[in-house]
């Protein structure tokens, strides 16, 4: 059965489950392993700029069939203003084996994959 955003699979549900806690708690439930990091673009904006992305990506909740077509929630977008300037930053989770060498063979399985949330520039996609 092939996840659309109206009916995603049992794993889809899962993986969202898991996704959705592992960029909450930024990590910090290490239940979900993973790694976040940023780009080079994110990385250079201010402290304040940083942590308010931060707060964004973890209370982030407007999936739509646009940005979460198979409903496992490992995208988001949003725009943040820094010095008068719009931003659009993105976000993504993709989902490696345990040793972050290539895609896990069972994404919804926690002993064999690894998450690594990536925030970054819409220009730098």
Known sequence: ???????PTPEAIKIAEQNDRFRA???ADFTVPGQIV?????ADL?????TIIMQRVQGFDTFTEDNDP???HSFG???????????RIFWKIDLYDTNYAMGSDDPANLNVTRRVLTILHASEY
């Open 25 to 27: 708690t930024w990590g």
């Open 77 to 87: 977008a949003f725009d943040i203003e820094v010095a008068g300037d719009i931003h």
């Open 70 to 72: 198979y409903g496992d």
């Open 38 to 42: 940023m780009t080079r673009g994110v």
């Open 1 to 7: 059965m092939r996840a659309t955003p109206e009916t």
């Open 46 to 50: 201010s402290p304040a700029a940083k």
